[in-house]
């Protein structure tokens, strides 16, 4: 499962959850090419674009608009495997947001994790990694109620999320949102995420097991690295473009490095769901992001950083990205 969206232990939790609806189940797992056999194999992953195709037809045929929120709150801490084993040992909320940075990846790679102080508060975010075809809610509100109820469960009540954060307009479930969550949940946010207090982050764990940390730390390490060696072309190009930041080759320059020709390199992703421009535009996009929550770098800077000659070109990119001026999500550092 080197380049799964979701482990398929995972879709199992969801298709039980889906078969107490009354769905048609298998008719659902057909739009990925899966059957009901298929779930019992927990080393396999859903790969991308089948989990987009599973993820539209269990909306459709559930008629459940917040099946993102139920989907979240089945997604205990015992259903994660190793990396939940690590964050449940783990010495502070800190360490654990460290951990999900790292391992996130063993579970998902729909989203990634940032996180950034800002006055007293810990701002931890699960920015997408790949456009989700209109189901960036879904997806986003069954991630981070997952986290928070696995921050809630290794905390015990000592540290409590300030409040929830999505991009998307507030849907009219929103309510609902809110209940589930038991914090503030706000809605139309330049980013998506989570609000903690910085205060609360090195407070020690009750479940804290150092040496058990340690050995799943390690295990998750040795499975990220197998995984790295065998991950998708897709995934193994836009690490390519991470590494660079700046200057970003050509497709040319990307299909010698790999020992393909560019038809062999365009037609390969195209057969992941992708291609070489929609990585490098999100490659740039995740980057600009950074540059500009740092707050370091001009909006001009960060266009030349990014490869931009001129700045005009970055912002309508910019906006074509996310439908915002870059000047209007440039962050300042705090000032203490």
């Avoid at 701002?123 to 960036?136: I, S």
């Avoid at 980013?191 to 730390?217: H, K």
């Avoid at 050509?250 to 421009?277: D, I, N």
């Amino acid at each position: 499962m080197h380049n799964a969206a979701l482990p398929l232990h995972y879709v199992r939790l969801i298709a039980d959850m889906l078969s107490g609806m009354g769905v048609n189940v298998p008719e659902v797992l057909a739009a990925a090419d899966l059957q009901m056999a298929d779930l019992a194999d927990g080393h396999r992953g859903l790969g991308f674009v089948p989990f987009l195709k599973l993820m539209h037809a269990a909306l459709g045929a559930a008629k459940e608009p917040a099946l993102g929120l139920l989907v979240g709150e089945r997604l205990r801490i015992n259903t994660h495997g190793r990396l939940g084993y690590a964050a449940l040992s783990s010495s502070t909320l800190r360490q654990v947001v460290s951990l999900l940075e790292s391992f996130l990846p063993l579970r998902t790679t729909l989203v990634t994790v940032t996180q950034r102080v800002q006055g007293d508060e810990v701002w931890v975010g699960f920015p997408v990694a790949r456009p989700l075809d209109g189901l960036d809610l879904v997806v986003s509100e069954a991630i981070l109620l997952t986290i928070k109820n696995l921050i809630d469960q290794i905390t015990l009540g000592t540290c409590q999320v300030r409040r929830v954060c999505f991009k998307q307009v507030e849907p009219a479930y929103a309510d609902l949102a809110r209940d589930m969550f038991g914090c503030e949940v706000r809605y139309s946010q330049d980013w998506c995420g989570l609000v903690l207090p910085d205060a609360a982050m090195d407070l020690p764990l009750s479940s804290a097991d150092p040496a058990s940390f340690d050995d799943a730390a390690r295990l998750c390490r040795e499975e990220l690295d197998k995984r790295d060696v065998n991950a998708a072309l897709s995934i193994q190009v836009r690490r390519n473009l991470l590494t660079r930041q700046h200057g970003f080759p050509s497709l040319q320059v990307v299909a010698r490095q790999f020992h393909l020709t560019p038809r062999t390199l365009h037609r390969r992703l195209v057969a992941e769901g992708t291609s070489f421009q929609q990585i490098l535009d999100e490659v740039r996009e995740h980057l600009a992001m950074q540059y500009l929550q740092a707050g370091k770098l001009s909006v001009q800077e960060i266009a030349y950083t990014l490869g931009y000659n001129d700045p005009a070109n970055f912002r309508r990119a910019f906006k074509r990205w996310t439908g915002r001026a870059p000047s209007t999500l440039l962050i300042r550092p705090c000032k203490n």
